[in-house]
């Protein structure tokens, strides 16, 4: 085993989230803690409001906790001040989300180069060429040059995941990236969650996929703001096909 299986990309220490309401204090989690390794595909499921969207806020730093230390890649993320935080996220999480934001008047290549504009961690002259070559690995290089609008919502959440690799991050976040497609659009999204997993990044899926017990291999169940179950190796030979197909 070596030091970076060893070491969790994500280490969350009972962590909290407190929001003020006109009704009152709200807790979305309640101490919170687990940690996530290199390779793991990880899908968080739970009902509205049990504090899924809280948790991905926190490991990408768009949201900081109550209480508690949240880690991510050996950083104490809540302690980042707002210009290194977003330096920070754009060298080491990949954000997934479910409607795509991609900007309409970027073609798909310039989409998924811009991460790589902001982050600097690719000379110019290698950027369009990189992103190019992600296209082709989430299978919509002949769509480069087009507008968002002119794909088909599965062409646009596989143009969303290569920009969220733009940067080769160790840790991507996805918000339901299937909630919009069809089952078989979202098998194929699925698929490619399950390869980067293979190659090492932990992938961490908010989702309400029924399919989701078939091809996670851990799944965690939150329930108010808690942690209620922590399923792992539930994949079996059809899950793993479909995943690694």
């Known amino acids: 085993m070596t030091n970076r299986q060893q070491v969790p990309v994500v280490d969350l220490r009972d962590v909290t989230k407190t929001y003020e309401t006109p009704g009152g204090n709200y807790r979305a989690l309640a101490g919170v803690t687990c940690q996530l390794r290199a390779g793991e595909l990880v899908a968080i499921v739970g009902r509205s409001g049990s504090g899924k969207s809280t948790l991905l806020n926190l490991l990408t730093g768009i949201d900081r906790p109550s209480g508690g230390k949240v880690v991510v890649a050996g950083t104490d993320v809540h302690e980042l001040d707002e210009s ?6 754009g060298r080491n999480v990949g954000v997934v989300f479910q409607f795509f934001q991609l900007l309409p008047t970027l073609t798909v290549a310039e989409n998924v180069a811009l991460p790589m504009d902001f ?3 690719y000379p110019p002259r290698d950027r369009s060429r990189r992103a190019r070559a992600l296209l082709e690995r989430v299978g919509v290089a002949d769509q480069a040059d087009k507008l968002p609008l002119t794909l ?14 733009a940067n080769d991050p160790m840790l991507v976040v996805a918000d339901e990236p299937t909630g ?3 089952s078989r659009t979202g098998a194929a999204v699925w698929t490619l969650f399950g390869q980067l997993a293979a190659e090492g990044k932990t992938v961490v899926v ?3 996929d029924r399919e989701v017990r078939r091809i996670a291999r851990r799944v965690i169940g939150l329930d108010d703001g808690r942690i209620v179950s922590d399923e792992v190796g539930l994949v079996g030979a059809a899950g793993a096909e479909a995943v690694h197909a």
């Open 84 to 89: 290194r935080l977003a330096a920070w996220r």
């Open 119 to 121: 982050c600097a961690n």
């Open 152 to 165: 088909s919502g599965g062409q646009q959440q596989r143009a969303a995941i290569a920009r969220a690799l």
């Open 180 to 182: 919009n497609l069809d």
């Open 206 to 208: 908010v989702t309400h």
